[in-house]
């Protein structure tokens, strides 16, 4: 599996907008990248993905990198029910019939 | 979304008894299933595979003879630590898929053994 490299931690303010990079510099051209983010205590939840193009969803966006080897989570307005680990995440199956390879997470704590 | 619930959400067991986890799909089918395991601190670390009607596919290092699973349908997985110790305290952690691009995640069992 492509291995994927995210900052150990990350602070943000309350309302601010948050960047969560993400470098996959050995990603295949079938890899789907992938965001989860688990809360404290509770398993992990589904946040974004995309293959080549920016996406957004409610939750957030999803900024790719021309290269693909690098991608940015963006919460665009954080709010203190955003503190969790997010998970950046290379799949090569876009329907996640396979386990996911968690690395180690970048842990996004938010101050009011 | 779908919803994946797990029960107990927390046990505390003697060492030497077994521990059932039950992992439902509530309103999805799920042909596969995947268990993980989470060290205080650690990331989710893959411990096998369950496939309904089945057997599941381990990952290297994890005893099938001591972490028992069965997909008995479509919708339920089970995971049973036998003769448990308190190595095994640990959170674990299913999920589903309904074949869409998305996992949904169970809300994890914290298992403590005394």
């Known amino acids: 599996d492509a291995k994927t490299t995210q900052p150990n931690s990350m602070e943000s303010n309350e309302e601010e907008p948050v960047h969560l990079p993400c470098n996959h510099s050995?990603?295949?051209?079938?890899?789907?990248i992938h965001w989860y983010r688990q809360l404290p205590s509770q398993g992990p939840e589904y946040v974004i993905h995309?293959?080549?193009s920016n996406v957004n969803n409610r939750m957030a966006s999803l900024a790719i990198a021309e290269d693909r080897k690098s991608s940015t989570l963006i919460l665009h307005r954080a709010t203190l029910r955003d503190a969790a680990v997010y998970y950046c995440?290379?799949?090569?199956?876009?329907?996640?019939?396979?386990?996911?390879?968690f690395g180690k997470g970048t842990s996004l704590l938010v101050t009011p | 979304g779908a919803v994946v619930s797990q029960h107990p959400s927390r046990v505390i067991c003697k060492s030497g008894t077994s521990v059932k986890i039950e992992c439902r799909s509530l309103?999805?089918?799920?042909?596969?299933m995947f268990w993980y395991r989470q060290f205080p601190k650690q990331s989710l670390m893959l411990m096998a595979t369950?496939?309904?009607?089945?057997?599941?596919?381990?990952e290297q290092g994890v005893e099938k003879d001591k972490f028992l699973i069965n997909h008995a349908s479509l919708t339920l997985s089970t995971l049973t630590v036998t003769s448990a110790h308190p190595e095994d305290s640990s959170f674990y952690i299913c999920?589903?898929?309904?074949?869409?691009?998305?996992?949904?995640f169970g809300p994890g069992t914290r298992l403590t053994v005394t």
């Open positions: 999920s589903a898929t309904p074949g869409s691009y998305e996992q949904y």
């Open positions: 050995t990603i295949s051209g079938t890899d789907y």
């Open positions: 995309g293959l080549t």
């Open positions: 995440i290379l799949d090569s199956n876009s329907n996640s019939g396979y386990a996911l390879n």
């Open positions: 309103d999805f089918q799920a042909t596969t």
């Open positions: 369950s496939n309904e009607g089945s057997k599941a596919t381990y």
